[in-house]
């Protein structure tokens, strides 16, 4: 393999694009290091909903995660939790709601959010944006869930019926009573309007002029959910005009991808780390690296013209799990770990045993990933240090279950944060 020469050694170069390596990177490059953040594609930041879930299982439901984290982390010793160390998720928290404009996110770690999903199921999330927080369901109460004719997957009337039939905890108040509502707000003769083209039409006061013309009839004093299109940019004054002109909380609901509120985190995320100096480069797939002894060297990335040769001092590894093709599984159902090529664990090594019969059950073969130290440096299968300045993040990492735990956001964020933080101690800043 060829590859541009070496030039610039960069403070650190970080491999994904995701929460967990926009999160290194901007605490990196706010510390005025020199940083640099390559990726093939976006990450699940345009997939996710745009709550950040921390912990909402245990398997029983969460309701004060910083309460349940400690057991939790007791109980499973090579979690990503574990591995970064309980601080790392309450200064995570803190950190990320400082990095986002005013609104992006609220919530704490003392108290999950119970916000419904794009079908109707009540979730557990600690941190939410301003937007979505007035679905709150741990109180009851009537709900109008607003469909908009023309936007494909989401089905209004399906969610309000599930959110009627949803069961509240003893922890919670009262009953929910939903019902939906579908409107026809002109989408300039255009079919098949994505949620990025609703988001955009939302931004456009005339457009939200007709939106609340046409709604207000069939309002009956209840909060208002619409599907999360509620503006990409300017969703804080989409969702405050709409509350002012409605008379009645609005709150946004997820829908299924591509993720509006997931895009303007990343965009804001993005815009700040250019902002404090730091660079990304896109469509940039590492396709080699060269070690010598304990030290990862350089990294090739496939670029646009030809192979690319990228050196620095230290390394951060975020390139999710198998949703990203961080992780790729073969037919015989190896599990490699796809730009490093790091040793993964936690596959069962029986096929038989790898998976559960039930869709959602807990499946042996779901905590694999990239096994790290303390420090977040990938391990071997002797346990010994693969390479002394790499550090992993977020997906990639084993031995958690997000989708059962509803953890991913949560592990993304407080392991990026954290590795920046090792990386940053470590050269003394
Ligand atoms: C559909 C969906 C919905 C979700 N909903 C929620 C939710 O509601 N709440 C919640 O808390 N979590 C949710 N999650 C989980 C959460 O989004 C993820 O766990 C988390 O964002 C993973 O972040 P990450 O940065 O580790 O990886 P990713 O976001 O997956 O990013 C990986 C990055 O690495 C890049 N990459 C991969 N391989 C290479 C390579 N060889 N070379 C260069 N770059 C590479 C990718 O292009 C990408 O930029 C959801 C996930 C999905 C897929």
Redesign the pocket.
């Known amino acids: 393999m060829t590859a541009a020469g070496p030039g610039r050694v960069y403070d650190a170069l970080v ?8 999160v290194t990177a901007l605490r990196l490059a706010k510390q005025g290091a020199d940083v640099l953040v ?8 345009h ?7 921390v912990l909402g299982y245990t398997p029983e439901r969460v309701v004060n995660p910083a309460a349940a984290l400690p057991d939790f982390v007791r109980d499973h010793p090579e979690h990503p939790y574990a591995r970064a160390g309980l601080q790392a998720v309450g200064d995570a928290l803190d950190w990320i709601k400082l990095q986002l404009p005013d609104g992006a996110l609220v919530g704490s770690l003392e108290a999950n959010f119970l916000l419904p ?1 794009a079908v109707g199921v009540p ?1 557990p ?1 600690a941190l939410a944006p301003e937007t979505m927080a007035p679905g709150d369901l741990r109180n009851g109460g009537r709900f109008t869930i607003v469909g908009l004719a023309g936007l494909k997957d989401f089905y209004p009337a399906y969610l309000a019926d599930n959110l009627s039939r949803a069961r509240l905890g003893q922890e919670d108040n009262g009953r929910v009573e939903a019902r939906a509502v579908t409107i026809s707000p002109p989408t300039g003769g255009v079919a098949d309007v994505t949620p990025m083209g609703w988001a955009r039409r939302f931004e456009d006061t005339e457009f939200r002029k007709t939106v609340i013309a046409e709604l207000e009839p069939s309002l009956d004093g209840g909060a208002v959910g619409f599907p999360a299109v509620l503006g990409l940019d300017s969703a804080r004054t989409v969702w405050q005009e709409l509350n002012d002109a409605l008379g009645v909380p609005v709150f946004e609901i ?1 829908t299924l ?1 591509p ?1 509006v509120p ?1 895009n303007r985190m990343a965009r804001a995320l993005r815009a700040a780390l250019t902002r404090a100096g730091g660079r990304v480069v896109m469509g ?4 080699g690296v060269r070690g010598a002894g304990e030290r990862l060297e350089e990294v090739v ?1 496939d670029a646009a013209a030809r192979p690319k040769t990228y050196r620095a001092r230290d390394y951060v590894l ?4 198998f ?4 992780l790729e599984m073969d037919s015989y159902g190896m599990v490699r770990e ?2 490093f090529d790091l040793p993964v664990t936690g596959m069962p090594p029986n096929a038989e045993a790898r998976w559960a019969d039930e869709y959602l059950a807990a499946h042996p073969a779901a905590r694999v990933g990239i096994g790290v130290d303390d420090e977040l440096r990938p391990l071997d299968s002797g346990h010994g240090v693969v390479y002394e300045n790499v550090r992993v ?4 990492l084993a031995g958690a279950e ?1 989708w059962r735990e ?7 964020l407080a392991t ?1 944060l954290r590795a920046a933080e090792l990386i940053l101690e470590r050269r003394g800043g």
């Open positions: 491999v994904g694009v995701g929460t967990a390596g926009l390559t990726a093939k594609g976006v990450g699940a930041t997939l996710t909903s745009g709550t950040v879930d999903t979730k999330s997820p991808p993720s997931g940039g797939r590492v396709i990335v975020a390139t999710g799990g949703a990203s093709r961080g796809a730009a993040a977020g997906a990639a997000p509803k953890s991913g956001e949560g592990i993304s990026g």
